[in-house]
């Protein structure tokens, strides 16, 4: 008589080695050669300390407590993270449920906080398009536009293609197919600085061999070779250098990134808003931006004591977008006779300021 339990336990070696092979996918394989060297360490660890194989939560809590004393807090969450999803797919132990581990991540958590890159302002980014030499600064110059647009990270802006970029009418539109969260977005570039755009691309040689958009630039000349993920990450610190902005090297390659996510919070954008224009997943990210936004702050100490200026200040601002899609700065200038706000054209005019008289005009199309 045959054992059922036997014949269904009896896998081909060729199923076997299928499974194995789908069951290594299951890391992420950008970042597959990190999670193999956290592995790596965290099994000659064991070795040295005489517990090999040993995957119980006493023996995380032990090899991260030591850690702790040379790695900050994110590195420390980051490696438990890569040997956490290793030590399941390789070894199939969850070490996921170990609450102990996780409350000793949480208390090293507790008061840290991260270093981050600087942003640049509207003003900042204004001058250097405006000032820098077009001999010298195009490349970066139109990077900076893409990544400003875009809130793009340095690898985003690095595998950028030509055919990613279509121009449609005096707008351009860019597609980022393949992001860091897996999240697909496009954005516009539209104004004057389509102009610069069009300029560098003109250089482009007829012959490459590559379809990757940024080439290396010098002197109005653009060669065959593409320019690498580094050159990017060094870009906001050559901007900052130029405007004799102090600590330089604090502008990284995330600057792209969180000076447009920043702009965008200045201008009144709410949390679904950045969310949407970042890609991110995570709220919090979100919210990190609103929290720190100045305009944010303004509003809500408003909703709490109302100035009298209120209304005028709400009717005559103009948000760095505004701005930006309109490829120059509005200036905005008050008098004892006369407040003309900036949105003339929009048929809101305020004026006769000392009696505070508003007129509004509204026009059916």
């Known amino acids: 008589m045959k054992n059922n339990n036997t014949d269904e336990l009896c896998v081909p070696g060729d199923i076997e080695e299928a499974a194995k092979r789908a069951t290594f996918e299951l890391l992420p394989k950008k970042s597959a050669q990190q999670y193999d060297i956290a592995y790596s360490n965290f099994l000659s660890w064991c070795r040295i300390k005489k517990v090999e194989g040993n995957f119980s939560e006493p023996v ?55 270093k981050k890159s600087k942003t640049l302002t509207f003003e900042q980014v204004q001058r250097f398009i405006n000032e820098a030499p077009d001999e010298k600064y ?42 860091k969260t897996k999240i697909s977005r496009s954005f516009c570039i539209i104004g004057k600085y389509v102009d610069y755009f069009s300029k560098y691309a003109a250089l482009r040689p007829s012959v490459i061999n590559h379809r990757r958009f940024f080439l290396k630039y010098s002197n109005y000349k653009c060669t065959a ?36 996510a920043s702009l965008l919070a200045e201008s009144g954008a709410n949390i679904t808003e ?43 601002s103009t948000s760095h977008q505004d701005m930006i899609a309109n490829g120059q700065e509005i200036n ?8 003309q706000s900036s949105l003339n054209s929009q048929g809101i005019n305020i004026s006769n300021c000392s009696n505070c008289t508003i007129h509004i005009n509204v026009h059916k199309l």
Not at 71 to 98: C, E, H, P, Q, R
Not at 288 to 311: N, V
Request: proline fraction near 4%; include cysteine.
């Open 60 to 114: 995380f809590l032990a090899y991260l407590e030591e850690k702790s004393k040379i790695w900050n807090s994110s590195t420390l969450w980051s490696k438990f993270s890569m040997i956490k999803a290793s030590v399941l797919v390789k070894n199939g132990v969850d070490v996921s449920k170990y609450f102990k581990v996780i409350a000793f991540l949480k208390r090293k958590n507790e008061g840290y906080s991260p």
């Open 138 to 179: 195009l490349m970066v110059k139109v990077a900076t536009i893409f990544g400003i647009y875009g809130a793009c990270r340095r690898e985003e802006l690095c595998n950028l293609l030509t055919e990613d970029i279509e121009l449609a009418g005096t707008s351009l539109i860019v597609q980022i197919p393949n992001t």
């Open 225 to 260: 070779n593409p320019v690498g993920i580094n050159t990017f990450g060094k870009m906001p610190s050559t901007i900052a250098e130029f405007l004799n902005l102090p600590d330089t090297k604090a502008y990284t390659g995330h600057c792209f990134r969180r000076s447009s």
């Open 274 to 316: 950045i969310k949407k224009h970042g890609g991110w997943k995570s709220t919090s990210v979100a919210e990190g931006y609103l929290d720190q936004s100045i305009t944010h702050k303004k509003a809500i100490a408003e909703r709490i004591i109302p100035t009298p200026s209120s209304t005028i200040t709400g009717a005559s």
């Open 332 to 339: 905005k200038s008050v008098n004892s006779n006369l407040l």
